[in-house]
Every structure is written in structure tokens, then in C-alpha cells.
């Protein structure tokens, strides 16, 4: 049997996960391009409570991220998984029985409570081995990027044919599934694997929140999704100002994300393969500036709002795609799974500071006053960019290790080997957290350099 070749019981886990995570993200994308047109209709709606219903869950993801994927090691991954689902469920429904704005607020922040992320991590690495851990957590990392792009098409037709308050009974079922998927699907175990590489780590976020590099790849999340979530508090309404009724706007969004989803793949070889990371980087929040500038002089022009849409989808996909991959290609040896939970933390920062700012100044201002901030952020995270090092291109490996007597003998030995940069034994969790080249050396070469130890 080829070992890097999953069993049964990895890909049940894997692909039950993946669908658990992507119908929970459901609930926050397939609202997001429809809140401020239907929204309006609510009682006392106004543009700046639509941006604070759209930014709240941000803001209970950001608050509960952390503490949820920590307590999942003592009440177990399944149980926070499904209590996290109940209350967006519970979310959900305020939302869908609602006929004011302030009850989907509400609804709204009990969605973002249920914060679940870091507990589906953590079981998929319990059920995976470490030789195919990658696979699983870049299946995840995928199911991200189809999610938002459905949520973005479905989103819309089922508001124009149903209601609001069906899309947000729509979006209890599905979490309501994910439970069902969770309970019957997704396997069991009662051992708690203590992974650095996909768990945080108590200790240890003062270590990585004072790592400037990491820094820098934080404040760049947080500006992406400030830059997604205040466009999307004034695009939809810039549309129809346009003559484009919001039962047409899936139309742009599939067509935008299409393409943006095929063009970005050559840039992501050049910055992977070609090793081009800070080039490409740089480049794409060039990019959102530039989108964000066509948004901005766009007006009520269709065509001109569809070129910034489809410049700023463009962008984001790609940023979307190579942020986790430098987050793991910064982060020192074992500290992988904090500096995810940190990042992933910023992010829900990120949609919370976007939501309620663009929102604020939709009321006060106007819609191109929005796109005009959204320049100056991009504007600010450029400077940001410029100052950012071609990052070191290395993978993260954890490898069990035997009980030895002489765990510095075996780091020495790792550090001295080819392609290895770093290197970290933890002897009381029997691993390796070593950072390598894979141009250079392997897991395979790992795990045999370890055995001869």
C-alpha cells in the first residue's frame, strides 16, 4: 500500500470537514452581496446598520476565534463543532423571523459566535496522518475560494426569488446539514493530537504577534477583507444606480469570479514555482489600488463598474491564495498553527472594521467616498508591501519522532541536513517541526535521517 495515499477513513474525514466548513462560510459570503439593497427595506435600516450587520459577524468570529479553538482540547473537536453550529443555526433564524434591522444584527452576531474554524482544523489533523495532513488542510484552504465564489451567485438569486428572510432560513438548513454531517459522516477519535502546525499553542502568541513579518502578512488579511467588505456595502447599490436591477448582479459575479478563478493560476506558478512571491504580491495590491480607483470614478457607468469588479476579484483570489502560503512560509518551526489562528483572527478583524466603516461612510457620504477610502488603504498597504523580504520558500513538516534520551543530538543532525532551515523537537509531544526545502531534501529523507537517529 502506497503510504502518502489516503485510507477510507482520511478522506471520509477530509471531504466531510471540507463540506461542514464550506456550508458554515456560506452563511457569511451569500448575504454579503445582497444585505445593503433588500436590507434597506427593513425597519430603521439605514446604509450605516446594514455595514454593522454585514461587519458584526466579523467581529464575534475575531472575539471567539481563539478561545474556541483552544477549549475544543478539552470538551473535543466534535462537540464545539456541532455547539457552534447550533448557535449559528439559532443566528440564523433570528435573522430569517426578523423584520428589523436590529434583529438581523443580532442574528447576525450570534452567526459569527459559532466560530468553529480552528476546532475543524484541529479534528482533521487528529484523523489524518502526517504525510497527508498537507492535502487535507489544502482541500480546506480550496473549499474557501468555491465557497465565496457560489455564495456570490446564489446569494442573490435565491434573495430575488425568495425574500431575505428565506436566504437566511436557506442558510439555517445548511448548517443544520453540516451538524447532520458532523454526527454521521465525519469520523470519531477520542486522541487529541497536539499539532503545532495546525493547533495554536498557549505561550505561544507572543512569539508570533512580535515576529514583524508576520506582522506585516496580519495587517495584510485585515486590509484585504477591510477592502471586500466595504466595496460590498456600496457596489450592489452603485449597480442599480446603473440601470443593473439587483436580481442581475449573480450575472457579473459568476462571470468576474470565472475568470478571475482561471487567470490567477499562471501568477500563483510564478510566485510558487518561479519563486516570484514578493513581485506577485506587490503586484496585486497594486491592483486592488487600481480597482478601487475605477470603482471610485466608475459612477453609473455598467461597464466601467464590471472592469473595477472584475480588476478587484481578480486581485483578492489571488491575494486569498498566496497569504496562508506565506503566513506558513514565515512562521518560525511549530509555531504554524498560532500564526494561522492569528491571521485567521485578523481576517474576521478585517470584515468586521470593513462592514461597519463602509457602511458609515455610505450614510455620511456617498458610495464613491467608500471606494475613494478604499483607495487610501490600498495606498497604505502598498507602502506596507514595499518594505516586505522575499520570504524564505519552505514547506512545514512534523515528524514523530522515537523517545530519545538525546534530543539535541537530533536537532544537530536535522539543522546540519540539506535543504533543512529549520528546525524544532518538542521530546514530550514525540515531534519535529522542521522547516525544508523541497527543492532540496523530503519528508521521506526527513523521516529516514529521524529513524537512523
Not at 430575488?160 to 432560513?169: E, I, P, S
Not at 502546525?197 to 505561550?203: A, D, I, P
Not at 487567470?263 to 503586484?283: C, T
Not at 538525546?406 to 536535522?414: H, I, K, P, T, V
Request: glycine share 10%; net charge neutral; hydrophobic share 55%.
Amino acid at each position: 500500500m502506497n503510504d502518502n495515499k489516503m485510507t477510507p477513513l482520511e478522506l471520509r474525514a477530509t471531504w466531510g470537514l471540507g463540506t461542514v466548513f464550506s456550508l458554515r462560510m456560506l452563511g457569511m459570503f451569500m448575504v454579503l452581496p445582497v444585505l445593503t439593497t433588500y436590507g434597506m427595506a427593513l425597519q430603521g435600516a439605514t446604509e450605516g446598520l446594514i455595514g454593522l450587520a454585514i461587519g458584526i459577524y466579523g467581529l464575534a468570529q475575531a472575539i471567539f476565534q481563539i478561545p474556541f479553538g483552544l477549549l475544543s482540547d478539552r470538551v473535543g473537536r466534535k462537540p464545539l463543532i456541532v455547539g457552534g453550529l447550533l448557535v449559528f443555526v439559532l443566528g440564523s433564524i433570528v435573522a430569517a423571523t426578523t423584520t428589523s434591522i436590529w434583529g438581523i444584527i443580532l442574528g447576525r452576531a450570534l452567526q459569527g459566535s459559532g466560530a468553529i474554524a480552528a476546532a475543524v482544523m484541529a479534528l482533521l489533523s487528529d484523523l489524518t496522518r502526517e504525510q497527508n495532513r498537507t492535502k487535507a488542510m489544502a482541500f480546506i484552504g480550496v473549499s474557501f475560494g468555491v465557497t465565496f465564489a457560489i455564495a456570490m451567485v446564489v446569494g442573490p438569486i435565491v434573495t430575488h426569488h425568495l425574500g431575505l428572510h428565506a436566504l437566511f432560513w436557506m442558510i439555517a438548513v445548511l448548517a443544520a446539514l453540516g451538524i447532520i454531517i458532523t454526527l454521521l459522516i465525519v469520523p470519531s477519535t477520542s486522541e487529541h493530537v497536539l499539532n503545532r502546525e495546525s493547533g495554536m499553542v498557549k505561550g505561544s502568541f507572543r512569539d508570533v504577534l512580535a515576529n514583524p513579518k508576520l506582522l506585516k502578512l496580519n495587517a495584510g488579511i485585515l486590509f484585504l477583507h477591510i477592502l471586500l467588505m466595504s466595496s460590498f456595502v456600496a457596489l450592489p447599490g452603485e449597480f442599480e444606480q446603473a440601470g443593473f436591477p439587483a436580481a442581475e448582479h449573480w450575472k457579473v459575479y459568476l462571470v468576474t469570479m470565472l475568470i478571475a478563478f482561471v487567470g490567477v493560476v499562471p501568477f500563483i506558478i510564478i510566485a510558487e514555482v518561479k519563486r516570484k512571491m514578493k513581485l506577485v504580491f506587490v503586484s496585486c495590491v497594486a491592483l486592488l489600488l487600481v480597482a478601487e480607483l475605477v470603482l471610485w470614478q466608475a459612477g453609473a457607468h455598467f461597464w466601467t463598474l464590471v472592469v473595477g469588479v472584475q480588476l478587484f476579484f481578480f486581485a483578492f483570489n489571488l491575494m486569498e491564495a498566496i497569504l496562508p502560503s506565506l503566513i506558513s512560509k514565515e512562521s518560525p518551526a511549530g509555531y504554524k498553527g498560532t500564526a494561522m489562528g492569528i491571521y485567521s483572527t485578523s481576517q474576521f478583524l478585517g470584515v468586521a472594521i470593513g462592514g461597519s466603516m463602509g457602511g458609515w461612510v455610505f450614510q455620511h457620504v456617498d458610495a464613491q467616498a467608500v471606494f475613494l477610502l478604499g483607495a487610501g488603504i490600498a495606498i497604505l498597504w502598498l507602502l506596507v508591501s514595499l518594505t516586505m523580504q522575499e520570504p524564505p520558500y519552505v514547506s512545514s513538516l512534523r515528524v514523530v519522532i522515537p523517545h530519545t534520551d538525546n534530543a539535541e543530538l537530533l536537532e544537530q543532525r536535522l539543522r546540519q541536513a540539506p535543504g533543512v532551515s529549520n528546525v524544532l523537537i518538542i521530546p514530550e509531544e514525540r515531534a519535529a517541526y522542521i522547516k525544508i526545502d523541497s527543492k532540496t531534501t523530503n519528508r521521506e529523507a526527513i523521516e529516514a535521517l529521524v529513524s537512523a537517529n
